[in-house]
């Protein structure tokens, strides 16, 4: 082990100068964490090692005898407006609540080859042509490899003579962490990208590059130099192939804003949300395309799902909300008899969880049982759509693929939560997705009651079957159809 380290549970504090597989405090495995030993506290315990220690201080301050603040009324802090520095590109300002704000830190995640090195090179690129001072830290890639995707981008098409200012950004290719910090605090940039969190490493730490110790002490020194400099830094970071943020889950609250980049890597459309903003809503998501200059922003992306979706049997359209706007999405599902003895239930663009649910539901207050059969939904696209309106668009989607017949009506819509009881329920925004749907020319739109504005209102599961799909069809798939 490194000098100057020492182990620390991230369970319970438990301090210990070796590292063990379990900690002795709490008894859990594989929670004992590398960690600088903090300058001003010595080698005293938290909870572990120099109890006696910690117990003086504890006292002295029950006593009082700890400096003394005067706390302020909250209305009497002054609130000074924040500054933002606009990135250029539309989608990810709106994410970000406006824009990038001076000395805050934006954790943005994704898989590999999502195209984040992508995004953060266009954002420099765009700061650097509005007179940005800006720094693009790369540990993953060498120079020249960042110049050669650089030379790619094509970052305002519609200029007469589109320059390209992604290559007027400096870069560092560079892994040590003390050489990182000292090249920020000589160049002062105003923006900074660190390419990625996981491959600096910080020298006094025996970890490797991307352990949780690691991790953890590299993002909290550049927290430390962006306050104290009002930089404004992006750090990247990959995620496991469960989603998570890989490692630096401990930096969810460490940083002021989590930004996640989604979408398959073979589909070209890439979705961009945030879980966690102190400057702005989380509810809000940018919809990207990669193409070959680089990422291009989506306006007009539920034209584009209406004008793909299939209206064959198993296609249903979802009037959705991303964040505050609505998307029109396509969903889909396939139901097919079953070779195995546990029937597959595969999603992709929504929870797994929700398809069970859905298809209870359905066995129960829709006599559409699935049983026997492999049941496959798939949110059109690469978008994925976490909200509770898609449950609605998933039943019918399974309904009409197991019944072998289309929607009736269609060109239609339809959302809506269902209850365990098989009714309706009322989801957010009805009228934002009911004028959506009505701009794409889809009507009869199936909705809760109380949606309003000429919508197909139906109160049960039942009801919304019997106005989607076509009476008389029922007994035509007695493989999947019970009643
Ligand atoms: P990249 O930004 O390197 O991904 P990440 O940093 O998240 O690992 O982008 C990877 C993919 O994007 C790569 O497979 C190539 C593709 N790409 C394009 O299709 N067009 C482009 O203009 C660029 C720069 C990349
Ligand atoms: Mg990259």
Redesign the pocket.
């Known amino acids: 082990m490194a000098r100057g380290t020492i182990q620390i549970c991230s369970e319970c504090g438990y301090q210990t100068a070796q590292w063990l597989g379990q900690c002795p405090g709490c008894e859990a495995w594989n929670t004992l964490v590398e960690e600088r030993i903090p300058a001003a506290r010595g080698t005293e315990g938290r909870r572990g090692g120099g109890a006696a220690d910690g117990r003086g201080r504890r006292s002295a301050a029950a006593n009082g005898a700890g400096p003394k603040v005067a706390p302020r009324l909250l209305s009497e802090v002054g609130s000074a407006p924040v500054e933002r520095m606009e990135t250029g590109i539309g989608e990810l300002d709106r994410v970000l609540g406006g824009g990038l704000v001076p000395g805050s830190l934006v954790l943005l995640g ?12 266009m954002v420099l690129g765009n700061l650097a042509e509005a007179g940005r001072r800006t720094l693009y830290v790369s540990g ?2 060498s120079a020249e490899q960042v110049r050669l ?2 030379e ?3 970052l305002n098409p519609t200029r007469p003579t589109p320059t390209n200012h992604a290559l007027r950004v400096p870069i560092l290719a560079e892994t040590d962490l003390e050489t990182v910090l000292g090249t920020m605090a000589g160049e002062a940039p105003e923006v900074c990208v660190i ?2 969190v996981q491959t600096l490493n910080a020298a006094e730490l025996s970890g490797a590059p991307g352990s949780v110790g690691q991790v953890r002490e590299v993002a909290g020194r550049i927290m430390e130099i962006a306050k104290a400099r009002q930089i404004a830094v992006i750090l ?1 970071g ?1 995620v496991t192939k469960d989603g998570a943020l890989a490692g630096p889950r401990v930096l969810e609250h460490l940083v002021d804003c989590v930004l996640q ?1 989604e979408g398959e ?1 073979e589909r070209p459309y890439r979705e961009l949300r945030a879980l966690k903003n102190r400057f702005g809503s989380t509810n809000e998501a940018g919809l990207f395309e ?6 291009v922003e989506v306006l007009d992306a539920s034209a584009r799902f209406v004008a793909e979706a299939t209206r064959a049997p198993g296609s249903v359209v979802l009037a959705a909300m991303e964040g505050s706007r609505p998307l029109l999405v396509e969903v889909q599902a396939l139901v097919a008899p079953s070779e195995l003895e546990q029937p597959r239930r595969v999603v992709s663009g929504l929870d797994r969880n929700r398809l069970a649910l859905v298809l209870a539901i359905l066995g129960r207050h829709g006599r559409v049982g699935t049983g026997g059969a492999d049941v496959f939904v798939n949110v059109v696209g690469g978008v994925r759509v976490d909200e509770p309106g898609v449950d609605l668009a998933v039943a019918l989607a399974v309904a009409s693929a197991s019944r072998g017949v289309a929607l009736r009506g269609t060109p239609r819509a339809c959302f809506g939560e269902l209850g365990l009881t098989g009714e309706l329920r009322w989801v957010g925004h009805p009228e934002r997705r009911l004028a959506e749907a009505a701009k794409h020319g889809l009507q009869g739109v199936i909705a809760p009651a109380g949606s309003g504005g000429g919508a197909c209102e139906v109160g049960t599961l039942r009801e919304a079957l019997k106005a989607a799909l076509p009476a008389g069809e029922r007994d035509r798939r007695p493989l999947t159809v019970i009643g």
């Open positions: 994704g898989s590999p080859g999502i195209g984040k090195s992508t995004l953060t090179n993953e890639e995707r650089a790619r981008l094509v390419d990625s990247v990959h980049f890597r990669m193409r070959q200059g680089g990422l």
